[in-house]
């Protein structure tokens, strides 16, 4: 059984960081892409960074040049280090295989505001 365990949300001040992390297991994470994924209160889930097994990414418009994915396969674990924040980057953060997902782990809470 796959498990997604996120941690490191917080609430933080606009233009703060945040660094998300993501431990899996039940599966062979190293051959698998990660994403990291959103979802803000009355919108759909999307997609905010993937990370493929041989590390080239790509993010959502809004978020480049200021979040960067990556990946520890030997501690099966996805980061997302988030700098200069914004209001709407509020929402909850999955992390999950991609683009097929599997079943959703609780997600981290990242709010920002003043």
């Known amino acids: 059984q796959v498990q997604f365990v996120e941690s490191g949300g917080g609430l933080v001040q606009p233009g703060g960081s945040l660094r998300l992390s993501c431990t899996v297991s039940?599966?062979?994470?190293?051959?698998?892409?990660m994403g990291w994924y959103r979802q803000a209160p009355g919108k759909q889930r999307e997609l905010v960074a993937g990370?493929?097994?041989?590390?080239?990414?790509n993010y959502l418009d809004s978020v480049k040049g200021r979040f960067t994915i990556s990946r520890d396969n030997a501690k099966t674990t996805v980061y997302l280090q988030m700098n200069s924040l914004k209001p709407g980057d509020t929402a909850v953060y999955y992390c999950?295989?991609?683009?097929?997902?599997?079943?959703w782990g609780q997600g981290t809470q990242v709010t920002v505001s003043s």
């Open positions: 999950n295989r991609y683009p097929d997902v599997s079943s």
């Open positions: 039940g599966m062979m994470f190293r051959i698998y892409a």
């Open positions: 990370i493929t097994s041989s590390g080239s990414t």
